[in-house]
């Protein structure tokens, strides 16, 4: 089993120039939240069989992918290519935090992609998260690559782990300070397993930072705190719906502003084929999730 270490090498975006603000990029769907699965679930089939393993998300019945990152052997564009051959859209990327360096890649590589929205993975843990003065310099950053994607018509958003919901730093926990401190427009991805994880309520969470949550990262299992996770070696995940997660009122929760549930499966005892089709076809139950 490959880890997410990895696995951490840019992929592609996509871009959607545009001169009005950034929350009229986000149309509200009547309280319809899309359904999609974050690729990094499959890594190691996609490792040993890309195209073939790409046909079999398709054959599942899933229409929406978050890409995670390739095999070195395969490009951007034969990504892509694949992906339109078996009508696999793409929600949103996960890459590496963008900067001057690598903003010039990111474009060329959204055009490919033909979507608009890239998501900071977040892995692993930036030890400056472990003081006020670190999470103010990480704001900073985050503020200087949100100016790089919008000024290239693209979006931009964080993704979190338990890290940020656990560590307190200046008398509040890390994402608080987030929330206060960031530009409005910089989305939140959250991860309602790693908010059990962290010990936090993901309904409290869901409904206390509803304008800020475009995204939510949806899977199940244990959800419990232990030092293997700081050698990204998770407990098994198990298909949604058969965790310890309160699922129904997780879904409930999710304001009109989240556009997308994507669903993860970190690491699963299952083929992750089989645990992904029981976990969509135990969202497929829910009014409120468009399957397409």
């Not at 070195?72 to 078996?86: F, G, K, R, W």
């Not at 959204?110 to 472990?130: F, M, Q, V």
């Amino acid at each position: 089993m490959k880890n997410r270490r990895e696995f951490i090498q840019l992929t592609g975006l996509g871009v959607l120039a545009t001169s009005v603000p950034d929350f009229l990029m986000f149309p509200l769907v009547n309280t319809k939240h899309h359904l999609g699965v974050q690729l990094y679930t499959f890594r190691d089939a996609i490792a040993k069989d890309f195209k073939g393993s790409l046909k079999l998300i398709a054959d599942l019945g899933i229409k929406n992918v978050e890409t995670a990152f390739w095999p070195e052997h395969i490009s951007v564009q034969t990504a892509a290519d694949v992906l339109q051959e078996y009508n696999l859209k793409i929600s949103s990327c996960h890459v590496d935090i963008p900067n001057k360096n690598n903003i010039a890649k990111l474009v060329k590589d959204a055009k490919a992609y033909n979507c608009d929205t890239l998501i900071w993975h977040g892995w692993p843990e930036d030890k400056r998260y472990s003081s006020l003065e670190g999470t103010k310099e990480l704001i900073k950053m985050y503020e200087e690559s949100y100016k790089l994607a919008k000024d290239n018509g693209l979006h931009f958003g964080l993704h979190n782990h338990w890290w940020e919901y656990r560590n307190k730093v200046g008398g509040k926990l890390v994402y608080e300070i987030l929330h206060e401190e960031l530009n409005d427009s910089i989305f939140f991805e959250t991860d309602i397993y790693w908010l059990k994880v962290s010990g936090q309520d993901p309904v409290n969470i869901l409904k206390k930072l509803q304008k800020r949550i475009r995204f939510i990262h949806i899977k199940d299992g244990p959800a419990i705190f232990n030092d293997n996770l700081l050698k990204d070696t998770p407990d098994p995940m198990s298909p949604i719906g058969q965790g310890s997660l309160n699922i129904p009122a997780i879904i409930d929760a999710c304001s009109e502003n989240v556009q997308w549930i994507v669903m993860e499966l970190d690491k699963t005892a299952l083929n992750p084929y089989d645990a992904i089709k029981q976990s969509r076809d135990y969202l497929s139950k829910f009014k409120s999730i468009n399957l397409t």
